[in-house]
Nanobody, 115 residues
Framework: QVHLVEAGGGWVQPGGSLRLSCAAS????????MGWYRQAPGKQRELVAV???????SYADSVKGRFTISRDNAKNMVYLQMNSLKPEDTAVYYC?????????WGQGTQVTVSS
């Protein structure tokens, strides 16, 4: 079991930036990938970005070139730098940690982009 706590959400105007963080604790040794998902009202939860234990990153087409996922293994942290934010980025963002035996989720942090 992995415990995840997200932080950094909030309100920002279109074109602005936010940086989300996710702190992992518990059985962190077995994590082979971490990512960020988001869920907007009336929509399914969707993958935003993922980073593997080897450092390979993948992004949803809608955020490519604007968002960057990164890790700090020494601090057991994963981050999502979000630039050039758009109103359609508004959602609850969830941190995810994947192990061979389980999938772990944080409680989520709200990101609101509006003028």
């Amino acid at each position: 079991q992995v415990h995840l706590v997200e932080a950094g959400g909030g309100w920002v105007q279109p074109g602005g930036s936010l940086r989300l963080s996710c702190a992992a604790s518990g059985n962190i040794f077995s994590i082979y990938a971490m990512g960020w998902y988001r869920q907007a009202p009336g929509k399914q939860r969707e993958l935003v970005a993922v980073i593997t234990s080897g450092g390979t990153t993948s992004y949803a087409d809608s955020v490519k070139g604007r968002f960057t996922i990164s890790r700090d293994n020494a601090k057991n942290m994963v981050y999502l730098q979000m630039n050039s934010l758009k109103p359609e980025d508004t959602a609850v963002y969830y941190c995810n940690a994947r192990r061979a035996v389980e999938n772990n989720w944080g409680q989520g942090t709200q990101v609101t982009v509006s003028s």
